[in-house]
Structures are given as C-alpha cells and as structure tokens.
C-alpha cells in the first residue's frame, strides 16, 4: 500500500509538473502574443523530456497509465482549441495527437514484456523524436522555408546521427539509420512523423 502510494504521489507531482509548464506557455503566448510556432516547438521539446523522465523515474505500468491520459487530454484539447500555444497553427497537423500514440507505439516495440521495455530502444528513438525534429522545424521557421525543406532535413539527419553516435552506435550504422528515418520524416504527413519516426527508431535499433 505504502509502495503504491507513493507511486501515485510521484506520478500525480510528474503531471502536475508537465501541466504547469504548459499552462504556463498558454499564458504566456495569450499574454505576449508569442508565435503558435514557437511555443508548438517548445512544447514538443517539453514534452519529450517530461516523457523522458517519466520512462525512467515511474513503473512502466504507470507510464503506460499517464501517456494513455495525456493522449486523452491533448484530444479533448484539440477538439475543444483549449491549448492556442499547440493547435492554433496555420497549417493542418495532428502532430499533438499522434505523439502520444508515437510514445506508446515506440514502448510496445521496445517492450521485452507486457510491463517492461528495453531502454536501448526507447530513449534513442524518443531523443530524435524530441529533439532531431524540433531541430528541424525551427531551421525551416527561422529561414522561411517549406516546412519540409531539404535544409530541415539536413539538419534533422545531423542531430538524428549525433543523438546515435552518443548511444554507441557505429558511424555506419548512426548514418544508415539516420538516413532513414530522414525518409520517413520526409514524407510523413500531417504530424504523423511523432508516430512515424520514433517507431522507425525502434524497430531499427531493435533488429538491426
């Protein structure tokens, strides 16, 4: 009872975290009026660390429990528009909704059990996702360009390479995979890259 308890404190502290900060960034975007696109990206990159430490400060369970529920809760907030800092960019995307399903995803091909995953599959996988594509949006944002502009995914290979490399991997291999996984950013559709590219990661990095 007591191991439980604490479990459900630690989570409830980690949601109650990752929901201040949003909130903040909502606030602060109304208040001055800072681009959806930025504060999308520093959401992304937010959230990919929150999920970080969640993987690997909560039982595996209870990280199944709190990403099905951010998925619930960034649904309902697209179809209500309750978070302007995240949905109210121009272009159609469902990048916000599929980086939870992307998060599950990538755990259940990560996972040597039903309650038990393997972190040399997911944390590579989530790196990239966090930080190779937040890489790649802002160099498209910051020099006006198509959102997939071959300088985005130039940049997104480089970082994609880098995040391998410092995992170990050989640079044949960290090169190889992150010239694939470029592809599939390439030619995601919609935000799908947040369930594409980090579920690519995996399956590489796990039977390759």
Known sequence: MDEFLGTLILASTLSALFISGVVGLEV???RFGYSPEITRRVVHIFSGLCTLVDY???PQI???ILISVSLVGIAASQRFGWLTSVHSVRRRTYGEV???IGTLATYC???LNLTESDWKYFVPALMIMTFADSASGITS???KLHRKSWRGSLVFALVSSFILLS???GVIKALAFAI???AVERFSKLGSDNLTVPLTGSLLLRFF
Request: charged content about 10%.
């Open 28 to 30: 602060a975007r109304r």
């Open 62 to 64: 209870w990280f199944i």
């Open 109 to 111: 091909t990560s996972a």
């Open 180 to 182: 694939v996984l470029t």
């Open 56 to 58: 690997l400060l909560l």
């Open 167 to 169: 995992f170990g991997l």
């Open 141 to 143: 944002d910051v020099l």
């Open 98 to 100: 599929f980086l939870p």
